[in-house]
Structures are given as C-alpha cells and as structure tokens.
C-alpha cells in the first residue's frame, strides 16, 4: 500500500531561499542588513527597523527547548503512523523562536530548558524538512 | 487611550441589545447554516417586536462558507448595508462592536447579527489540512509538523501557563466543572449529565496537555441578536441590555507562531477601554462571559483583565468561586464547553437574559452589569447593563 504523504511546506517567494538552503542540509535564517533582528518566517520588510535588505545567515541549528504539545487526535492522514507525536517550539542560540518535532527522545522526557540540535530529513525530491534531537550542552 | 475613551463615552448606553434568538443546538445534518441562523432570526424578531422590514444592517458569521449576501436574498432585504469580518471566534465581539457604531453613527437604525453553524453536519474538525484562519498564520504555516488547529496554540499557552507557575491541570478541570454545573441548569444545553475534577482528568487528552473536557463542542445550531439605539431600544417588547462600554486590542507581532505571550502586553487595553468607557470597576461586574473554545481562555482572560494577577487564575478558579452562588460566576450558560458551540454568539444571549432576569434556575440574583470577554490576537470586550 502506498504510503500516505505528510503535508508538505508551502513555498512562497519570501521564503524560497529558506528550502533551497535546507535541501543542501543547511539552516539558513533571514536576518535584516541593518539591525541584524532574524525575521522569521522570512518576511519583505523588518519590523523593529522598517529596512528592507536582508541576508540570508548561516545558524548553528543549536537550541533549548521552549514548550511543546503532542498530537493525540490525528488530524493529518500522513502522521496516523505517529500519534502520539510532538510539535516543539525551540528558542534557538541566536535568539529566533523555531517550530519543529523533536525526534528521538519519548514525549515524557521532554523537559523545558533540554538542548536540542538540528538534523536534516529528506522527505522527497524538493523538500528537505529540519528536525530536531537531543543536543550537547554548550561549551562541551 | 484617554483621549479614545474620552470619545467612546458618547457611546456609552446609546445603542441596546433588543432581541435574542437561537435554534435548538446540537446534531441537525439535514438542515444548512442558513436554516439555523434564519429560525434564530425569526426568534429573535418575534423577542423584540421588530420586523423583517425595520433591519437596514445585515451582519452574517460563522465557521463556515455563510454571506450576507445570499442571507440577504433568502430574507428578501436590500439593506443599507451588510458585513462579516472572517476571522473566526475572536470576531463576535468585534461585529457587536461594529454594529454598535453603525447604529450610534447614524448609518443603520436596526441591526441584525446572524449566525449560523453547520460544523458538526459538515464534518469540521478545526484543524488539518482544510483549515486556513487568515489572522491565524500558524494555522497553515507549519502543516508539515503536523501543527495545526487552535487546540494546539491554546495547548502550549497552557504549558506555557503550567511551567510559569506551577499551575496544574487538575487545576484547570475547575473550569470545566463549574461550566458543566450551569450547563446542568440550562435547557438549551448539549451537555447536562455530571463532571468530576476525577472524570475531567481521565479523560484522552486531544492536543497534550489539554484532555477532552478542555475542548469546546463542535455541534450545529443558530444564533441572532437585534440591536438598535437606545431611543428605539425603550419602545420595544423587552428590557434593553445596554452596551455600555466596548474594548478592542489586537495582536499582530509574531503571529506565524503559537502565542507565547498569553498576549500579557496588549489584552489589558482592551480591559482599560471596555471599563474607561462604561466608567465601571472590575468590582461592579456580577457576571462574566468568557470566550471557552479552550479552558485556558478563562484563565488567560480573568488575569489579563485584572480580576487576578498572571499566574494566580489557577488557585482563584477553585472552591467555587466562579460557579452560580460564588463571588465571579462565568459562563453560567455552560459556555462553549458545555452548552454549545455558537463561537461567543450564546454568550451574548446569555449576558441579555440575565440582565432581564430572564434565566430561571441559573439567574445571578440582581444582575445589573454582565461582561464578555474574548481572549485572541484579536480580543474583544463588552460591557452590559440593564
Ligand atoms: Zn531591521
């Protein structure tokens, strides 16, 4: 039986550079030229300083995990294999709030606080979605 | 904000809710939204004494594909004029607000606000793949985590709440069960057998740490409201419930994301709006509507509008202190938990029929001053007197 798909991103021209980046395993977030504030979702303007040039930066993919729900009821056919699955906001080390799953860990383990870092699943030919697992303590 | 309120005040008391109205509510799969929202209408009509023909305002809402217009063509009436504002829940108090400068502006004399909801007929779950909340970026933004549904964003404002404070969801189940307990007095509602703190509790949770009992209902049903100025309002069948006071913040910043403010910075505005206007105190407020898609919201609503501080809503919820008989009675209809799922629309007839004493079982003795609050990136708040 084929396999149900999950959803996949919805690319807008903002946020292009953000999947091509990922599609060569790399996290790159937008940051504004002026002030340097990441803007994520990637956006046409900074809201803190109203300038519109940007650069796409290079992050570590390091974070500490913010908060965090699980799924009981499945609302996507594509995750039925994953109930119950967690859905994590994760505060990166260069300060933007991030949305991703945390794999490898039981949803009961999770702890407010943990260090998590960044790793990369290919899931078809265009997209390659960052996800998350458990990290090393900084200075370690 | 001074100077706003010191405008608001000429509206205070001039426009009245005149007419309430609403269908049976629960499970009607061979009817549509309009069905619902017109047999509330008439309702609602026959309530006040008014007549199809006196409504020159035509405010139509709800979860699902329902517009003035066609309402307008099933009515047979070319208003002056018609509106929605689609942003689900949050924007009931939003068109009462509208509604009531339309009336004090002069541009309308009678307004009739229509709802209908067909969510349980049509299968809507609020979440997945068919959901798009503009306003709700999040909703659709991240759909490849497997995020979605407003569930989940009040899910971790309550995680967020719990690991803050220390609060629990024992804690929580309060709300729940007081809900439940008015529901019990209210004929028109889904839910009346019992709930326990114990059942609450060992209920499937749907998006951890919100179990069952957190969730709203998803039912059908139609609700209708007629509001007028207050000249007409004293002509009519019923005691108007004057709108006394209106307050209005929104949230945009950081809005692709879940909230993690529990909205702290911009709530409390609306709060000093609605009561700089009504020129009342939290302590003269007998009763309170608060928008329930999710238990959470009553906390967040009764700390953001300074009935307790950040934080204390958990212990302030318990020993009864917002059933029927204690200090704060909230949502003493059963509210989207338990009486049905009319996004806030029931709260407004609530809040006119306990200001008429008209609420049998479940009346707040001598309500004078009701108010709704509904908690969002758009929040909104009512304040009625009678
Ligand atoms: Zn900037």
């Known amino acids: 039986m084929a396999k149900v798909q999950k959803p996949l991103p919805i690319v807008t021209p903002l946020d292009e550079p953000y999947w091509k980046f990922t599609q060569r395993h790399e996290l790159r977030l937008q940051r504004c030229s002026r002030c340097r504030q990441f803007r994520f979702p990637a956006s046409a303007v900074c809201p803190e300083c109203d300038a519109d040039a940007a650069e796409w930066i290079a992050v570590s993919g390091n974070g500490t995990l913010f908060s965090w729900v699980v799924f009981h009821k499945c609302y996507f056919p594509g995750f039925a294999q994953e109930i119950p699955y967690n859905v994590a906001m994760i505060r990166l080390d260069e300060g933007p709030m991030f949305i991703s799953n945390v794999t490898g860990v039981d949803n009961a383990a999770l702890r407010k606080g943990m260090r998590l870092a960044v790793y990369f699943e290919d899931v078809s030919e265009e997209f390659t979605i960052p996800k998350f697992r458990p990290g090393q303590d900084p200075g370690r | 904000m001074q100077n706003k309120i010191d405008r608001l005040r000429a509206l205070r008391d001039a426009t009245a809710i005149v007419g309430v109205g609403a269908s049976p509510q629960g499970n009607f799969p061979e009817v549509d939204q309009y069905t619902l929202g017109l047999q509330a209408f008439r309702a609602a009509l026959d309530d006040c004494g008014l007549c199809k023909q006196d409504i020159d305002g035509l405010i139509v809402q709800g979860p699902g594909n329902i517009s003035f217009v066609r309402m307008g063509e099933m009515l047979g009436l070319d208003p002056t004029l018609g509106a929605n504002f689609s942003i689900g829940g949050p924007a009931t108090g939003v068109l009462i607000h509208h509604a009531a400068m339309l009336l004090a502006s002069g541009m309308c004399n009678n307004v009739a606000l229509i709802y209908g909801n067909s969510s349980r007929a049509e299968g809507r779950k609020f979440g997945g793949m068919t959901v798009y909340n503009p306003g709700q970026e999040y909703a659709n933004a991240f759909f490849y985590y497997g995020l979605t549904s407003p569930g989940a ?17 024992r804690q929580l189940a309060a709300v729940a069960v007081a809900q439940r307990k008015h529901a019990m007095l209210n004929p028109l509602a889904i839910m009346r057998q019992p709930l326990g703190v114990e059942e609450h509790q060992q209920s499937r949770y749907v998006c951890e740490p919100l179990h069952l009992y957190d969730y709203c209902l998803i039912n059908d049903g139609g609700v209708a409201l007629i509001m007028t100025t207050a000249d007409r309002a004293r002509d009519l069948k019923q005691k108007p419930a004057y709108i006394s006071g209106i307050g209005r913040q929104d949230t945009y910043r950081n809005s692709s994301m879940p909230n993690t403010t529990l909205w702290r910075d911009t709530m409390p505005k ?19 509507m608060i928008y329930d898609s999710f238990s959470i919201n009553v906390w967040i ?20 202190r917002i059933e029927l008989g204690g200090e704060l009675p909230v949502n003493t209809h059963g509210g989207h938990l338990s009486e049905s799922y009319m996004q806030g629309w029931l709260h407004q007839v609530e ?36």
């Open chain 2, 153 to 169: 964003a009040s899910a971790f404002q309550t995680r967020m709440h719990f690991d803050e404070y220390g609060t629990t969801s």
């Open chain 2, 270 to 288: 609306a709060a000093e709006m609605a009561y700089g206007m009504a020129g009342i105190s939290r302590d003269d407020v007998d009763a309170l």
């Open chain 2, 301 to 320: 609503s009764l700390e953001n509008f300074g009935f307790c501080k950040p934080g204390e809503a958990g212990d302030f919820t318990q020993n009864g």
């Open chain 2, 351 to 386: 809040a006119v029929r306990q200001l008429r004493g008209a609420c049998g079982a479940r009346q707040v003795e001598d309500a004078r001053i009701i108010q709704y609050i509904c908690r969002a990136h758009v929040a909104s708040s009512i304040i009625y007197r009678n």
